[in-house]
C-alpha cells in the first residue's frame, strides 16, 4: 500500500525477527558479544543470561546469534519453554536429532541418550549450546532439571553451554533462596535497555534506509514523540512508525509531524500517553479526596468551635520586595573528543565480511586501532593500515581475552573489540549493568 507512497522496496517497520533490519547499538553490539562468548567459549560451562523488557530485541539478537554460529559448534534451540521436565529434555534431544525410540516419558534415558551424545560430541571438538528464548516461563521444576544439565561434564570442563534469553521476571525468580545454586552458575549476565531518543532515530534512519527508502518521512519532532509513546522499545517502535507511515499514505503526505505520530500511538497502544500519567491518574484523585476531607473537617469544627476557642486572625506583616538575582550566563559544555565510531550497519557488513585481511584500510581497521589504544598499540593519528604492527597487537588482544591467537579480526574478535571496557570477556566472563 503505502511502499510506493514513500519509495520503498519492503516494509521497514515488520515485527517480524529479520536479521537483515538488526540495529546494533552500543549496548546490543556488547549483549550480541557475551551471546557470541556463550557459544565460541562454551566449554567454561556455566550460564550465559540476557534479559530485557518485552520487546527491546533479545530474539532479533538471538536470530542474528544464530547466523554467526561457529562450524564446530551444534546449537539446540527451545522457543517455547513451557514445558515438563521431561518435555523439555524431549525438546532437547530433538533439536539434537537423536533417536528417542523407547525412550521418551523416561528422565533417566533421556539424560542417559544426552551424555553419550555430548561425550562423541566432545571427542570430536564440538561445541554443543542450549538456547532457550522466553526462559521466564520456564517453571522452577524445569529450570532445575536445566541445572541439572549442566552436571555434565568430563574432569576438566564442562559439555553443555547454555544461554538464557528472557524477561526481567527471570532475575526476580533466580533470586530466590531456592534457587541459589543456579544463579551461582550464571558466570555471564547482561540486561538490555531501551534505546534512547538519539539511538530511536538512529533506529528509524537504519530501518527505512535497508528497506530501500531514500528520503526520511518523519521530522524531529515526529521522532521525539515515537520515543515517548514507545518508551525505546523497538518493537513499540515499529508499531507505531509502521501506523504512521500508513496515516501518511492514506491522506497522501510526504512528511510526517508529531500530530500524525500521537494518531497512530493512540490506534496501536494501549495509551498514547507517556506512561509517567499512569501514576498521576491514581495519585491525583487520592490528593484531591484528602483536600476534601480536609476541607470538610475543618469547616465542621469552625461552625461549632465557640468563638474564643477560634485562633485569632495572623497579622497581617507587609514584607520589602527582594529584587530578583541577576541570572548568570550558562557555562557552555566542552565539545566531546571526537572519536571513531561505526554505525550499524556497517558494523553488521564487517560482521559477515569478517575477518579482515591484511593490508586492509578504511573505517573498520581505524575502528579496529582505536580499540586496541593505548593498551595494546601506540596512539597515533592518521588511516590505519591492518599491517604486522597491528596483527601483532590483535595477537595479545586475543590471548587476553582467551580467543585463538591467530591475529585475525574474525566474528568474535570484532565481537569482543566492541565490548570491551578495558577488562577481558572471557575468563570471569565480564557481567553487563545490571
Given at each position: 500500500?503505502?511502499?510506493?507512497?514513500?519509495?520503498?522496496?519492503?516494509?521497514?517497520?515488520?515485527?517480524?525477527?529479520?536479521?537483515?533490519?538488526?540495529?546494533?547499538?552500543?549496548r546490543?553490539?556488547?549483549a550480541?558479544?557475551?551471546?557470541?562468548?556463550?557459544?565460541?567459549?562454551?566449554?567454561?560451562?556455566?550460564?550465559?543470561?540476557?534479559?530485557?523488557?518485552?520487546?527491546?530485541?533479545?530474539?532479533?539478537?538471538?536470530?542474528?546469534?544464530?547466523?554467526?554460529?561457529?562450524?564446530?559448534?551444534?546449537?539446540?534451540?527451545?522457543?517455547?519453554?513451557?514445558?515438563?521436565?521431561?518435555?523439555?529434555?524431549?525438546?532437547?534431544?530433538e533439536?539434537?536429532?537423536?533417536?528417542?525410540?523407547?525412550?521418551?516419558?523416561?528422565?533417566?534415558?533421556l539424560v542417559?541418550?544426552?551424555?553419550?551424545?555430548?561425550?562423541?560430541?566432545?571427542?570430536?571438538?564440538?561445541?554443543?549450546?542450549?538456547?532457550?528464548?522466553?526462559?521466564?516461563?520456564?517453571?522452577?521444576?524445569?529450570?532445575?532439571?536445566?541445572?541439572?544439565?549442566?552436571?555434565?561434564?568430563?574432569p576438566?570442563?564442562?559439555?553443555?553451554?547454555?544461554?538464557?534469553?528472557?524477561?526481567p521476571?527471570?532475575?526476580?525468580?533466580l533470586a530466590?533462596?531456592?534457587?541459589?545454586?543456579?544463579?551461582?552458575?550464571?558466570?555471564?549476565?547482561?540486561?538490555?535497555?531501551?534505546?534512547?531518543?538519539?539511538?530511536?532515530?538512529?533506529?528509524?534512519r537504519h530501518?527505512?534506509?535497508?528497506?530501500?527508502?531514500?528520503?526520511?518521512?518523519?521530522?524531529?519532532?515526529?521522532?521525539?514523540?515515537?520515543?515517548?509513546?514507545?518508551?525505546?522499545?523497538?518493537?513499540?517502535?515499529?508499531?507505531?512508525?509502521?501506523?504512521?507511515?500508513?496515516?501518511?499514505?492514506?491522506?497522501?503526505?510526504?512528511?510526517l509531524?508529531?500530530?500524525?505520530?500521537?494518531?497512530?500511538?493512540?490506534e496501536?497502544?494501549?495509551?498514547?500517553?507517556?506512561?509517567?500519567?499512569?501514576?498521576?491518574?491514581?495519585?491525583?484523585?487520592?490528593?484531591?479526596?484528602?483536600?476534601?476531607?480536609?476541607?470538610?473537617?475543618?469547616?465542621?469544627?469552625?461552625?461549632?468551635?465557640?468563638?474564643?476557642?477560634?485562633p485569632?486572625?495572623?497579622?497581617?506583616?507587609?514584607?520589602?520586595?527582594?529584587?530578583?538575582?541577576?541570572?548568570?550566563?550558562?557555562?557552555?559544555?566542552?565539545?566531546?573528543?571526537?572519536?571513531?565510531?561505526?554505525?550499524?550497519?556497517?558494523?553488521?557488513?564487517?560482521?559477515?565480511?569478517?575477518?579482515?585481511?591484511?593490508?586492509?584500510?578504511?573505517?573498520?581497521?581505524?575502528?579496529?586501532?582505536?580499540?586496541?589504544?593505548?593498551?595494546?598499540?601506540?596512539?597515533?593519528?592518521?588511516?590505519?593500515?591492518?599491517?604486522?604492527?597491528?596483527?601483532?597487537?590483535?595477537?595479545?588482544?586475543?590471548?587476553?581475552?582467551?580467543?585463538?591467537?591467530?591475529?585475525?579480526?574474525?566474528?568474535?574478535?570484532l565481537?569482543?573489540?566492541?565490548?570491551r571496557?578495558?577488562?577481558?570477556?572471557?575468563?570471569?566472563a565480564?557481567?553487563?549493568?545490571?
Amino acid at each position: 500500500m503505502y511502499l510506493e507512497h514513500y519509495g520503498l522496496s519492503e516494509p521497514p517497520f515488520s515485527i517480524t525477527p529479520d536479521p537483515r533490519f538488526v540495529f546494533l547499538s552500543e549496548r546490543h553490539r556488547d549483549a550480541l558479544a557475551h551471546l557470541l562468548f556463550g557459544i565460541t567459549q562454551g566449554g567454561g560451562g556455566g550460564f550465559v543470561q540476557l534479559t530485557g523488557e518485552v520487546g527491546t530485541g533479545k530474539t532479533t539478537l538471538c536470530r542474528l546469534l544464530l547466523e554467526q554460529v561457529p562450524e564446530n559448534a551444534r546449537v539446540a534451540l527451545v522457543l517455547n519453554p513451557r514445558l515438563t521436565p521431561v518435555e523439555l529434555l524431549e525438546t532437547v534431544c530433538e533439536e539434537l536429532h537423536l533417536d528417542l525410540d523407547g525412550r521418551r516419558g523416561s528422565a533417566k534415558a533421556l539424560v542417559d541418550a544426552l551424555n553419550a551424545y555430548l561425550l562423541d560430541a566432545y571427542a570430536q571438538g564440538l561445541r554443543v549450546v542450549l538456547v532457550i528464548d522466553e526462559a521466564q516461563n520456564l517453571s522452577v521444576e524445569a529450570l532445575e532439571q536445566v541445572r541439572l544439565l549442566t552436571n555434565l561434564e568430563t574432569p576438566t570442563q564442562k559439555l553443555l553451554q547454555i544461554v538464557l534469553l528472557a524477561q526481567p521476571e527471570l532475575r526476580r525468580m533466580l533470586a530466590r533462596e531456592d534457587m541459589r545454586q543456579l544463579a551461582q552458575r550464571i558466570t555471564a549476565r547482561f540486561h538490555l535497555t531501551p534505546l534512547d531518543a538519539a539511538e530511536t532515530g538512529e533506529y528509524l534512519r537504519h530501518r527505512f534506509r535497508i528497506a530501500g527508502g531514500q528520503r526520511f518521512p518523519f521530522d524531529a519532532s515526529a521522532v521525539r514523540r515515537i520515543h515517548l509513546h514507545s518508551g525505546g522499545a523497538p518493537r513499540l517502535i515499529n508499531a507505531v512508525a509502521e501506523r504512521s507511515l500508513l496515516a501518511g499514505y492514506a491522506h497522501d503526505v510526504a512528511m510526517l509531524d508529531a500530530r500524525w505520530v500521537d494518531r497512530a500511538a493512540a490506534e496501536v497502544l494501549p495509551s498514547a500517553s507517556p506512561r509517567r500519567r499512569s501514576r498521576w491518574a491514581i495519585v491525583l484523585p487520592v490528593a484531591a479526596a484528602l483536600l476534601v476531607g480536609i476541607g470538610a473537617a475543618g469547616w465542621w469544627w469552625w461552625t461549632r468551635a465557640p468563638v474564643e476557642a477560634r485562633p485569632a486572625p495572623a497579622p497581617v506583616i507587609a514584607l520589602a520586595k527582594v529584587p530578583a538575582a541577576a541570572k548568570e550566563p550558562p557555562v557552555p559544555s566542552p565539545a566531546p573528543k571526537p572519536t571513531t565510531s561505526l554505525d550499524a550497519e556497517t558494523f553488521a557488513a564487517a560482521l559477515r565480511a569478517a575477518p579482515v585481511q591484511p593490508g586492509s584500510t578504511g573505517p573498520v581497521v581505524d575502528w579496529i586501532r582505536e580499540r586496541l589504544q593505548p593498551g595494546y598499540l601506540s596512539v597515533v593519528d592518521g588511516s590505519a593500515v591492518f599491517d604486522e604492527q597491528m596483527q601483532a597487537a590483535v595477537r595479545r588482544f586475543q590471548r587476553d581475552h582467551g580467543l585463538l591467537d591467530d591475529g585475525l579480526v574474525g566474528p568474535a574478535t570484532l565481537m569482543a573489540l566492541a565490548s570491551r571496557d578495558d577488562a577481558p570477556l572471557a575468563g570471569s566472563a565480564r557481567e553487563g549493568t545490571e
